[in-house]
């Protein structure tokens, strides 16, 4: 028995941790930037950024952004069909991912890029240090 129906896979992944000491640290849309352009380069799509049909965002907690997606897709250089800003939630990134694997699934969308990113720390230490 065949299926018509494409099995999702995860290509490329990465993870970045900003050190708590960083002289200059991140906001959440630059490290978001890192790691997207790190997990493209390990999926062998970093010359191929036009492939990508979505954009997931986990929300940013931290920092408010009018909208993040745009804002990371612009600083990529891709222009994907589909872009989504997720709620707030501990269950965020796992609901991310069951979207992206319904929808290429069904074959609407073949690649879903999929990021999210926190610093409060970080900018609650650039806020501190710019007071004194």
Known sequence: MTSNHLNPIIIGTSQYTQSKNALDPLDPIGMMLKTCQAALEDAGLSEKKSLLDALYVSNVYCLAYENA?????????????????????GNTPQMLINRAAKLIESGEIQFILITGAESCYSLSRRKKKKSH
């Open 69 to 89: 997606p745009d804002e990371l897709a612009q600083k990529l250089g891709i222009n994907p069909i589909q872009k989504f800003y997720a709620p707030i939630g």
